[in-house]
């Protein structure tokens, strides 16, 4: 199962109102005489429950069956991530009171028990709104589940050549979502200027960002009413900024896609958006960054393609040497473009990562979002909250803080855990035990998914429950503590292994040079020093790298290539491992990695 699918974020839900259930039970249990509300709310719960379990194996069943490979399948089923979201949020204050209420039944202290025992933690009318409010999602999932079966059974029913129909239109409609929609007519000289204008394509990290998301999650942003403030106010401006691991670049995915699906039917509005990233270099300069929103801006519009062509034909004349674009003319012909429009979504993401080139990228994007801006352009800027982003942008943006939400936190850990046990990477004795991990993995979270995706590794490679539950009560704290735990585990291994996650990890690291796809990191991992020639029991496969890297890495591009799980893992491995007492050998460097290389492309120096 997709852990990121509608089915596998509703089985998230399911393991939600389990723990709801459990809880409220417990209460039952230790509360003599407990209201008919109360015992009313549980039996509700239990159905909820059991609704969404049936719902996850009809969306699992749907999603499996369209098999279109495509984000934004889920679009095709009579249930939304909306519909869903209600539902989450009440299980949640359920459980946030529950929880509570379950800890002072736990007290040592005889007065606390007692008190507690007096005390339901919800007032009398606000259970009775909680009641009805869980019963309506009943309904709700009850005709949901009712309208897929007929759905499904009139799929079934239905002619082979329809339902091929029906799944290529699903793909159409899924991809027009996720592309920039180009309303322009194409010839040979404008695929010229647009690839001039296109160095830098962000469409893949645009597509990673939608893979990695969770279907339910970030619609605390996309529903709220500061993102509809945004959306609907012309020249507005928002700055989402987290800590590290927070899922920035997760929510400018969500941000991109509800953008382009209000604006496809809308011919006078247009998105353009941006992801920089630590990967690539070419996404530092604030050249290809506006190059590329220029080119974005040219498709969606016969007028504003015009323009750029203009420029064009100014950079590429017929009796001179051609040029390249600069920034400040780049901006005053987005601000002409942008003429055009009636509103235009400008979302750029990552701008910590530029490196040194933070301070002028984030100087000429102001100058296009502020100072020479067009009145209809709404800009959304992500990154951390470093001060000299800050100092730049607290004047001019409304800042919305994103640690804050857990709700996202509790969701993501639930469906994870299910996806894992589900997948057999967990195997847990104790039921109870997954409560245990939710409960620790949210609390200690602190707003990272990425903390949470290394502690959730961490405990499938434990062998017991005794093992997981020690595990639960040493978290590492941050983030550079968890990657220092994986690469601490290493120090007991053969020294073979070492040496395959070293040169891994430098391998990765290298710029430069064309990035390696991971065929050719695992034919160069398999190369040792004193041999010319490669056996087949000396090639190290793609499993093997996956395994002892651990969550230090991640594959992309249909598993094509091989990548730094985060921007965090690189900034480890090249600020702290150096001063490390006992993992300076992990350190990455440019120096080291050409070292790693040079050998095997000789044209390297």
């Known amino acids: 199962m997709d852990p990121v699918s509608l089915s596998a974020s509703i089985a998230g839900l399911v393991a939600l109102a389990d723990l709801v259930f459990r809880n409220a039970a417990k209460y039952v249990k230790g509360v003599r005489g407990s209201r008919q509300e109360v015992d009313d709310l549980l039996d509700e719960v239990k159905s909820v429950s059991l609704l969404l379990h049936n719902l996850s194996l009809v969306a ?49 202290s005889g007065f606390t028990r007692l008190q507690r025992r007096l005390k339901w933690p919800f007032s009398s009318t606000e259970t009775k709104e909680i009641l009805q409010e869980v019963q309506r999602h009943n309904q709700t999932i009850s005709l949901a589940l009712a309208a897929d079966s007929i759905s499904q059974l009139r799929k079934c029913l239905a002619r082979q050549e329809e339902t091929t129909k029906r799944v290529k239109d699903l793909q159409v409609t899924a991809k027009k979502i996720l592309d920039i929609e180009i309303k322009i007519l194409l010839t040979a000289k404008r695929r010229r200027v647009l690839q001039l204008f296109s160095k830098v394509n962000p469409q893949s990290e645009f597509e990673t960002a939608i893979k990695l998301r969770h279907p339910l999650t970030g619609l605390w942003l996309i529903d709220g009413p500061e993102f509809e403030e945004w959306y609907g106010s012309v020249n507005s401006r928002i700055w989402l900024t987290g800590i590290p691991g927070a899922g920035k670049s997760v929510i400018a995915g969500a941000i991109i896609s509800e953008c382009l699906q209000r604006t496809k039917t809308h011919s006078e509005t247009a998105v353009a958006y941006f992801f920089c990233t630590y990967r690539d270099p070419r996404t530092h300069g604030s050249s290809n960054i506006l190059s590329s929103l220029a ?51 400008l979302i750029i993401d990552g701008l910590d990562e530029c490196g040194n080139q933070v301070e002028a990228t984030l100087r000429d994007l102001l100058a296009l979002a502020i100072i020479k801006g067009h009145e209809m352009i709404t800009t959304a800027f992500l990154s951390r909250d470093e001060p000299q982003i800050r100092h730049r942008l607290e004047d001019h943006f409304d800042c919305i803080e994103m640690e804050a939400h857990t709700e996202d936190i509790q969701l993501y850990v639930a469906s994870e855990l299910e996806q894992r046990i589900n997948s057999k990477r967990l195997r847990l004795r104790n039921i109870a035990l997954k409560d245990h991990i939710m409960d620790r993995l949210v609390s200690g979270a602190k707003g990272m998914f990425r903390w949470v ?91 093997e790298v996956l395994q002892w890297c651990g969550s230090l890495v991640r594959t992309s591009n249909g598993d094509k290539t091989i990548e730094y799980a985060h921007y965090t893992v690189q900034e480890f491995l090249e600020d702290i491992c150096p001063t490390h007492p006992k993992l300076s050998a992990y350190a990455v460097s440019d120096e080291k990695a050409c070292s790693l290389l040079g050998p095997l492309c000789p044209g390297i120096v």
Not at 322 to 331: H, V
Not at 463 to 474: C, F, G, I, N, S
Not at 485 to 497: A, C, G, K, Y
């Open 453 to 543: 995706a290394c502690q959730l590794d961490h405990i499938c490679e434990l062998p017991t429950d005794r093992a997981r539950r020690d595990a639960l009560e040493k978290l590492p704290p941050t983030l550079p503590a968890s990657y220092e735990r994986i690469l601490m585990r290493l120090e007991d291994s053969d020294e073979s292994v070492r040496d395959l996650v070293r040169n891994a990890l430098q391998l990765i690291s290298a710029r430069g040079v064309e990035k390696l796809g991971f065929d050719e990191v695992c034919e160069a991992l398999s190369i040792s020093d004193h041999s010319n020639t490669l056996h087949d029991d000396e090639t190290v496969e793609k499993y």
């Open 60 to 108: 699992f069943e749907l999603e499996s069956e369209s098999a279109t490979g495509e984000p934004g399948d889920e679009q095709s089923h009579n249930v939304k991530p909306h519909h869903l979201h209600g539902c989450q949020k009440i299980l949640r204050r359920l459980e946030t009171g529950l929880t509570g209420a379950n800890e002072n039944l736990r007290s040592s």
């Open 295 to 345: 080119a974005q801006l040219a498709q969606q519009n016969e007028s504003a393609y015009r323009v750029l062509e203009e420029y064009y034909n100014d950079l590429q004349p017929d009796d001179h040497l051609s040029a390249g674009p600069t920034t400040e003319e780049l901006i005053e012909v987005i601000c002409e473009m942008c003429t055009s429009y009636n509103q235009v979504y």
